[in-house]
């Protein structure tokens, strides 16, 4: 799957000409300039992130930034965008902890397990969906499903960090009932801590929307120095502590058949989510600037960056909207502005680890809120309500993320979604044609008074797709049409809405057929769609003619029908 601006063959033989949306490559110094300068920029967002991030997985420190630095080049490697930054994100940390880590577990050390098997079967899936040619998959995942799942997980990871800056535990998982716990626990806040991600907050919704300075970074440092000034152990404020980077293993943990069970199926939910999450910034960003990308591809890629993360112990990773925004608005003009963002975090992680760990938690928990304060924007619903239409899973899924959690909310929004498609879809909305005055159009009677109906033909037109939710009823309503038109000799039905045919819906047709023919009724189907049309004609037999199913136009079939019918009546006199 390949998504570009519409081009003729002629521009596809042509790489030196572009369309409109396309835009001509900078000389190479030029180019390769812009993506040092993009990597610089984006690595001093990117690495304070990676260390918030996995805060909220309940992971080690070192964790993001494996999974920062595995993403960040093996996507460069393997992948087709250009701007797409692939690290670990706030979506996956909340999803790892939601599921892997939310489960009992014997120990940390166990769950850190479960956690890299976790990250590695999600990369195992995903290159076995590209090697499937599955690009189109983020598709069963609708829009408004997105949307509301979206706001609903940032808000549930900011009501999660709230504990952090007030430093004070917490007994629930879930978003409400955190929150109560919250200011139940008010008398017990700790005020120095309190303070620390209010200063945090106020740094980094001031910098960050008034300059182009990272914000995260200018946080990081000053709480950093502050470090040297003040024990936050001695006000009770924690501290990152030890990021140990000494000790990393490679390869698969050892874990038991049921367990590596579990994986493959959270992992398929994670492998879901991080693509839908992935793919939506990578294609966003190839349309804006007419580039062209493979999904398929991009599957590998984001596989490849998976698994050798989880390998490395670290977390899951993705193409974030937001750190991919930032390295478009860095100037960046290939993957290499990826390679040098890697480049320039593995110095400061060389040169400036000791110093990280002296970064206190309400700091971290403050860099988090403002990086997911991004999609808290009640403007992303606004359109559904103007277009009045999925304003009910839109609700829907936000509400289920709060209340059922990340994983399980996402999987009742699609549900909810699928349900509410269905219902549609099965309403028996029939419409009754007749002949738009002067012209050789058909139209709905209901809709165009000057439509006549034609003497002796009853002509319907099902508004869905027939299939074995709504055949049924979609017939019923015909018969019931059927009972109240005057004298009628032919029923005629345009199935131009219906692409195919199941079983069920052929065993209806096969029966109305027959009802037709006990009461005399001559039965045509008209505009049949080539799939259906051959699916009806291997069904075709005495009860049901070949002669009756049609793919012309019903102004063809009603000239032949009153043809046949003079000509009959002609015979008869």
């Not at 289920?400 to 996402?410: D, F, I, P, R, T």
């Amino acid at each position: 799957m390949f998504i570009s601006p519409q081009r003729s063959p002629a521009d596809l033989q042509r790489p030196e000409q572009f369309s409109a949306l396309e835009e001509p490559p900078l000389p190479r110094p030029q180019g390769v300039r812009r993506d040092v300068l993009a990597g610089l920029s984006i690595a001093g967002l990117l690495l304070p992130e990676a260390v918030a991030y996995a805060g909220i997985a309940n992971l080690p420190p070192q964790a993001g930034l494996i999974a920062l630095l595995a993403g960040l080049v093996v996507y460069a490697l393997v992948g087709t965008s250009r701007f797409a930054i692939v690290s670990a994100t706030s979506s996956s940390a909340a999803v790892l902890a939601a599921t892997v880590l939310s489960e009992p577990a014997s120990n940390a050390l166990a769950q850190l397990s479960l956690a890299a098997a976790l990250v590695a079967t999600t990369g195992v899936l995903f290159m076995l969906a590209g090697a499937a040619r599955l690009g189109g998959m983020s598709d069963f995942i609708a829009r408004p499903v997105l949307r509301g799942f979206t706001f609903g997980l940032a808000l549930t990871i900011l009501i999660k960090e709230l504990p952090k800056i007030a430093a004070v535990p917490v007994k629930h998982s879930d978003a409400p009932r955190i929150l109560v716990e919250f200011f139940q626990q008010a008398a017990h806040w700790n005020p120095y801590s309190v303070a620390v991600g209010a200063v945090a907050l106020a740094i980094l919704f001031g910098l960050g929307r008034r300059t182009r300075l990272p914000a995260s970074v200018v946080v990081i440092v000053l709480s950093i120095a502050a470090s040297y000034a003040f024990d936050w152990h001695r006000y009770g404020i924690a501290s990152v502590g030890e990021i140990d980077l000494q000790n990393i293993s490679f390869g698969l943990p050892v874990l038991g058949r049921s367990q590596w069970m579990q994986s493959a199926e959270l992992g398929f939910a994670l492998m879901l989510i991080l693509y839908a999450e992935s793919y939506g910034s990578i294609r966003n960003f190839a349309l804006k600037h007419g580039d062209t990308v493979s999904a398929n591809r991009d599957l590998v890629a984001l596989g490849c960056a998976n698994l050798v993360s989880g390998l490395l112990h670290g977390m899951p990773v993705g193409a974030g909207y937001s750190a991919t925004s930032a390295n478009e608005a860095a100037g960046a003009q290939s993957r290499l502005a990826g390679v040098c963002a890697a480049v320039v975090v593995g110095i400061i992680v060389l040169v400036l680890l000791p110093e990280l760990a002296r970064t206190p938690e309400p700091v971290l928990a403050a860099i988090v809120i403002f990086a997911v304060s991004h999609s808290l924007h009640p403007s992303v619903f606004k359109p559904y309500w103007t277009w009045h239409r999925d304003r009910l899973v839109v609700i829907a899924a936000l509400a289920a993320v709060l209340v059922l959690g990340v994983l399980h909310g996402l999987l009742a929004a699609i549900g909810v979604s699928l349900l509410l498609t269905l219902r549609k879809l099965s309403e028996p909305n029939v419409s009754v044609l007749g002949r738009l005055r002067g012209t050789h159009d058909f139209v709905d009677i209901s809709a165009h008074p000057d439509a006549q109906p034609i003497p002796g033909l009853l002509i319907v037109r099902p508004e869905v797709p027939l299939f074995f939710a709504n055949t049924e009823r979609v017939l019923g309503q015909v018969r019931a049409l059927l009972r109240d038109a005057g004298p009628v000799q032919t029923v005629m039905m345009s199935l131009e809405e219906t692409p195919d045919v199941d079983g069920s819906a052929i065993e209806a047709l096969r029966i109305f057929a027959a009802e037709c023919r006990s009461r005399n009724l001559r039965l045509v189907l008209v505009r049949l769609k080539p799939r259906a049309l051959r699916a009806l004609q291997r069904a075709s037999d005495d009860v049901m003619p070949a002669d009756t199913l049609h793919e012309l136009s019903v102004d063809e079939c009603v000239s032949s029908v009153k043809g046949a019918q003079a000509s009959g009546a002609s015979t008869q006199t």
